[in-house]
């Protein structure tokens, strides 16, 4: 596997955990940094800017939440279609916090553009 993607989904998914608990806006690049153990010069190497990581992540959630619906749709059962939804639609809202969406809300909502 290309190190690159490694690194750079590495960091993508630490910015999720830590967007997800704590928001956005609360969470700096140091951050993330200090919990992978990597300069700012390599966080930067892959994304441009925090925002820049932003977009991505939400980009990312939304594929997998769209991929995971549409894969639902093929069970050719309504009720288990139903079920999953739904069940695909509590997990979202329970993996993140409030703030998480309130920091998408007013900090980052470009980032939003589905």
Do not use: W
């Not at 608990?21 to 200090?34: H, L, M, P, R």
């Not at 300069?39 to 991505?56: A, D, G, P, R, W």
């Amino acid at each position: 596997m290309d190190s690159t993607f490694t690194i750079a989904n590495h960091i993508i998914d630490v910015a999720n955990k830590r967007f997800a608990t704590s928001g956005i806006t609360a969470v700096k690049v140091d951050d993330i940094c200090e919990e992978m153990g990597i300069s700012k010069k390599t966080f930067y190497k892959y994304f441009q800017s925090k925002e820049h990581l932003v977009v991505i992540l939400v980009e990312k959630i939304f594929n997998d939440i769209f991929n995971q619906l549409y894969s639902a749709r093929k069970n050719h059962d309504i009720i288990a279609e139903t079920a999953t939804i739904f069940e695909l639609v509590f997990t979202f809202f329970n993996q993140f916090s409030l703030v998480f969406f309130e920091d998408i809300k007013t900090q980052y909502p470009h980032s939003f553009k589905f």
